[in-house]
């Protein structure tokens, strides 16, 4: 038998809360996106990636990495981007099987034209709603997730 140390009803209620606002925020940013932007929330995600990278490039195994999607998942996207002329994939210099993401100056036009957009959104939904100490609560706690998920992702892929 498993051993297992339950939520008490604090936990549980925080876990519960966690989930539900991170899923209605996501959902609502996506919205947001979806209504008034002309790239949807992983889009805008992958070109900020892209815009502070040196050269407004990436490898597209470290861009998935950070983005914390699958490789599949990446070369979707990146195939859907690519058509719009939003980047554009490069053979890595020194690497025969890797493979760079780009940004377009069309994608950093697209990038520039979104960001009031999206900050006006993430405004709206997040910041505003908190305070400044729980905002920083908030980024304190979730770097720690982050970083506990990351490592954990890693450790079970070997």
């Keep these: 038998m498993v051993d297992v140390r339950w939520l008490d009803e604090q936990q549980q209620w925080a876990w519960r809360r966690y989930i539900e606002g991170t899923s209605r925020f996501l959902e609502a940013l996506g919205d947001a996106h979806?209504?008034?932007?002309?790239?949807?929330?992983?889009e805008y995600h992958l070109l900020v990636q892209l815009?502070?990278?040196?050269?407004h490039t990436m490898r597209m195994s470290?861009?998935?990495d950070f983005l914390a999607l699958s490789r599949s998942r990446l070369t979707h996207t990146v195939n859907r981007m690519e058509a719009r002329g939003l980047v554009a994939r490069r053979p890595a210099p020194g690497d025969r099987r890797g493979v760079n993401c780009v940004m377009t100056d069309v994608g950093h036009a697209t990038l520039v034209a979104s960001a009031p957009g999206h900050v006006n959104a993430v405004r709206r939904l997040l910041v505003d709603v908190l305070t400044d100490?729980?905002?920083a609560t908030l980024g304190r706690a979730m770097?720690?997730?982050?970083?506990?998920?990351?490592?954990?992702?890693?450790?079970s892929r070997g």
């Design 62 to 64: 470290a861009l998935a």
């Design 133 to 135: 100490e729980e905002l």
């Design 34 to 42: 979806d209504e008034a932007l002309p790239v949807t929330l992983g």
């Design 143 to 155: 770097s720690k997730v982050s970083d506990v998920a990351r490592a954990s992702v890693e450790a």
């Design 51 to 55: 815009s502070e990278a040196p050269e």
